[in-house]
C-alpha cells in the first residue's frame, strides 16, 4: 500500500469534515466547522492510500502559522481504517516542510496522542509555563477551554533560524487556571 501526501483542493474539504467530525465525535479532536476548513484550505493536506485500486482519501493535516517564530500541527486525523500505516507520520512530515519552505523554526501541536509526537521527533512540554502566547488561539472556541486536557508538544526545525526582525506577539488569551 502506497501512502503520498499533497495540497488540500476545494474539492476534499467535505470528506476532510467529515474525518475530523468523525474524531471530534469520539472526543479525540476539536470539531471544526466547515468555513474554517475552506478558509484555512491552503494549510490543509490531504493523504491519499493505494492499495492497488487507485488513490484513496486517508487522513488530513494542517500546519498553520501562529507567529514568525511558531507553527501549529493542528486537523491532524487519520481515515479510521488506516491507522498505523505511516499516515500521520506522512502528514507531520507534510507540515514540517512547509515550515521549514517559509522559514517557521518551531512546530507545535495540542494532542492527546504524545507518544505518536514523540514517534515524529516532538518534546512533551509543561504548559503551565513557558508556552509561546500565540499558542492559545484556538482556546477560545474550545469546550475544554477552562479545564484543557490536552498536551502539548514541540520540534525544533533543524537549520531554521529564527527570524532577525520578529515584534513582540499580541499578548496572550490564555485560559483561566493554566498561569
Ligand atoms: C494519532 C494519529 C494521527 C496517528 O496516525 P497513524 O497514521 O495511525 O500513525 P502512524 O502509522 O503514522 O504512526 C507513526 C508512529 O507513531 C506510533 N503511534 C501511532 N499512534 C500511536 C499511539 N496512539 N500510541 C503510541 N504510538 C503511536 C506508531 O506505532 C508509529 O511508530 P514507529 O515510529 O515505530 O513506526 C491517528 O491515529 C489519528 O488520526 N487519531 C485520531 C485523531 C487524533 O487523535 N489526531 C491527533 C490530533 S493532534
Not at 491532524?76 to 505511516?86: C, I
Not at 515550515?99 to 521527533?121: D, K, M, N, Q, S
Request: charged residues 25%.
Amino acid at each position: 500500500m502506497s501512502v503520498t501526501v499533497r495540497p488540500a483542493r476545494a474539492e476534499d474539504v467535505p470528506l476532510i469534515f467529515e474525518n475530523i467530525g468523525y474524531w471530534a465525535s469520539q472526543g479525540r479532536m476539536l470539531v471544526r466547522p466547515m468555513q474554517n476548513i475552506f478558509e484555512n484550505l491552503r494549510d490543509f493536506f490531504v493523504a491519499e492510500v493505494d492499495d492497488g485500486s487507485g488513490p484513496r482519501f486517508a487522513g488530513n493535516g494542517a500546519m498553520h502559522i501562529l507567529w514568525g517564530d511558531i507553527a501549529e500541527v493542528r486537523g491532524l486525523a487519520v481515515a479510521p481504517d488506516v491507522r498505523a500505516r505511516g499516515v500521520g507520520r506522512a502528514l507531520v512530515e507534510a507540515c514540517e516542510h512547509e515550515a521549514r519552505r517559509v522559514g517557521i523554526p518551531l512546530l507545535f501541536a495540542w494532542t492527546y496522542e504524545v507518544e505518536f509526537f514523540e514517534r515524529c521527533g516532538f518534546t512533551l512540554i509543561d504548559k503551565t509555563r513557558d508556552l509561546h502566547p500565540r499558542v492559545w488561539s484556538e482556546c477560545l472556541r474550545c469546550p475544554f477551554y477552562v479545564g484543557c486536557n490536552e498536551n502539548g508538544v514541540v520540534k525544533r526545525m533543524d537549520g531554521v533560524p529564527t527570524p532577525h526582525n520578529l515584534p513582540e506577539p499580541p499578548p496572550a488569551q490564555v485560559p483561566p487556571g493554566i498561569r
